[in-house]
């Protein structure tokens, strides 16, 4: 059988890049309506909008190089939470129907990445050598 051990921290650095420039994206239809404006969003940005953009662009761009990937995948994972019980889940209780598939997706993700780290290609692992990073195959 194929040992795929070896290959954790590479694909859970891909999950975390690829997740945050995803997030990221959402920061950049807030302020600079690039690809696209926001639909139904007025300009200017009610106060809430403000600060979920502020969370997605440090915390997208902390998690893309993977500096202080847990802290900011927490506070991520707590936005898109809150996202979801603020905005999605007054529209129905399905998310498929209410549209809160990404905001939940994206929360439990991040959550996911708050506890098993940045994996390979971090600047956590540049700054922090000593401290080991536990692959996710190992106890606690």
Known sequence: MLNTTKWTPHVLAIL???TA????????????QF????????YPLPAIM??????????????????????????????MAAAYWMAHAPQGFWPALNMGEAAIMFCFIFLFIAFAGAGSWALDNILRPSSKQMSLTEGA
């Open 50 to 79: 403000l600060a979920a953009g502020a969370i997605e662009i440090v915390t997208g761009l902390l998690m893309t190089v993977g500096l202080f990937t847990r802290i900011a995948a927490f506070v991520a994972s707590g936005e």
């Open 35 to 42: 690809p696209a404006a926001i639909p139904g969003v007025t």
């Open 21 to 32: 420039l995803l997030f990221l994206e959402h920061a950049t239809m807030k302020f600079f």
């Open 16 to 18: 975390r890049i690829v």
